[in-house]
């Protein structure tokens, strides 16, 4: 019978900047990514948006999305591998996450922000084209 080891990890996934406009596409990218890894997602938030020091894959410019969960030692190579074949993903690290407690992950969970950004910028989207096709009947 083999034993299961389940350890908290942090993982810090990098993005081109053009992934705020889906952001949603984003994070269901994310979570599908973990979710093959057989992960449970403790908390994800958007971390910020950066300058890189280099150009990679054509992009200056970069959003981090730092992720806590908790998953299987022998499936890191599995979310490792999905990571490196993500045509969307730009660069990411996972670590061990000992060093945190479940307290201290949970609370860094912005998971309700980013519902509310998603949900913003799919009004203000909405919001354009009636705005544009007001503009037009005035001229």
């Known amino acids: 019978m083999s034993q299961t080891n389940v350890h908290p990890y942090e993982g810090l996934f990098l993005f081109p900047q053009s ?72 660069r990411s690290i996972i670590i061990r996450a000992d060093h945190i407690t479940p307290q201290q992950m949970a609370a860094a969970d912005g998971q309700a922000q980013l519902d509310d950004e998603i949900k913003l910028r799919a009004s203000e989207t909405a919001a354009e084209p009636a705005a544009e096709a007001a503009a037009a009947s005035k001229s």
């Open 19 to 90: 992934a705020v406009t889906d952001l949603q596409g984003t994070i269901d990218h994310l979570k599908e990514i973990l979710g093959r890894g057989e992960a449970k997602i403790i908390s994800l938030r958007r971390w910020d948006e950066r300058r890189l020091a280099y150009e990679i894959k054509g992009n200056k410019r970069g959003t981090y999305f730092l992720v806590y969960f908790m998953g299987r030692a022998d499936q890191m190579a599995t979310i490792e591998r999905m990571c490196n074949l993500s045509e969307q993903l730009l």
